[in-house]
C-alpha cells in the first residue's frame, strides 16, 4: 500500500517494535519517515541542511487527485497544473524562495496542515494561484473548469508561515500579466504567521 500503517507488524515478525528478539531487526517505510519527522523537529533546522542541493519541480498533473498526510522537506517548486488538485493536511516545508503555484483550472487545499519554511533564516516563496480576469471564479467547495481561476482553499486549523507573500494572486514570474489576475483564495479558521505580507490580492473587477 502506499499508505503503510505504522503499527501493520505482528509479534512474529522482525519488527523492531515486535520485541521478540528475531534478527536481523527491521523498521517499516512508516516508521522510518516517523523516526525522521521526530529528529528533524527535535533538533534546531540548521542541524540538518536540506537546502544546498536544487531538486526537479514536483508537478501535480491533470486528473490527479493528491492529498500529502506526512512531512515534506521540498528545495524544489510544486506545479499544481490544470485540472489536478492538491491538498495538504501535513507539515510541508519549503525552500528559499521555493513557490507552490496554482495553475488555471486547478485547486490547493490546505486542510489542517502547515506549510512554512525549510531553511533556517530564509522565507520561502509562497503560494501563487493563476485567475482570469474575464471569467466569474468558481465556488471554494467546487473544480473549477479549466479556464477559470485556480483555487487556494484553506481551512481547519491550517497555518502558512515565514513566507513572502504567502498568497499571490497571480501567475508566478509574471506579476504584471493582468490576464492571469484574480486567482481565488478562501481562507476560514486558520492562521498566516510571521510572513511577510500575508495575501497579495490583484485587481479583479468581476
Same mark, same amino acid.
Given at each position: 500500500?502506499?499508505? @503503510? ?12 517494535? +515486535?520485541?521478540?528478539?528475531?534478527? @536481523?531487526?527491521? =523498521?517499516? @517505510? ?54 489536478? *488538485? ?16 496554482? *495553475? ?20 520561502? +516563496? ?17 473544480? @473549477? ?14 497555518? =502558512? ?5 504567502? =498568497?499571490?494572486?497571480?501567475?508566478? +514570474? ?33
Amino acid at each position: 500500500t502506499d499508505k @503503510p500503517n505504522c503499527d501493520n507488524w505482528s509479534t512474529l515478525s522482525n519488527n523492531i517494535m +515486535g520485541y521478540n528478539g528475531k534478527e @536481523p531487526w527491521a =523498521i517499516s @517505510p512508516c516508521q522510518w519517515k516517523g523516526f525522521y519527522s521526530g529528529i528533524y523537529r527535535t533538533f534546531h533546522e540548521s542541524t540538518i541542511d536540506f537546502c544546498t542541493q536544487e531538486q526537479s519541480p514536483i508537478y501535480i498533473q491533470s486528473g490527479q487527485f493528491v492529498e500529502w498526510e506526512t512531512l515534506k522537506l521540498l528545495n524544489r517548486h510544486v506545479i499544481v497544473q490544470t485540472g489536478g *488538485q492538491l491538498t495538504i493536511s501535513c507539515e510541508v516545508r519549503m525552500g528559499e524562495e521555493k513557490t507552490i503555484q496554482v *495553475q488555471r483550472g486547478a485547486k490547493l487545499i490546505v486542510n489542517g496542515g502547515t506549510i512554512r519554511n525549510l531553511c533556517y533564516g530564509k522565507r520561502w +516563496g509562497g503560494i501563487y494561484v493563476e485567475g482570469n480576469n474575464s471569467l466569474a471564479q468558481c465556488s471554494p467547495g467546487s473544480f @473549477p473548469s479549466a479556464s477559470q481561476s485556480g483555487v487556494v482553499f484553506v481551512k481547519n486549523n491550517a497555518r =502558512i508561515e515565514k513566507a513572502a507573500d504567502a =498568497i499571490i494572486t497571480a501567475k508566478f +514570474g509574471e506579476l504584471w500579466n493582468e490576464s492571469m489576475w484574480g486567482g481565488l483564495v478562501y481562507a476560514e479558521n486558520s492562521a498566516f504567521v510571521n510572513n511577510r505580507r500575508a495575501i497579495s490580492f490583484m485587481k479583479y473587477d468581476i
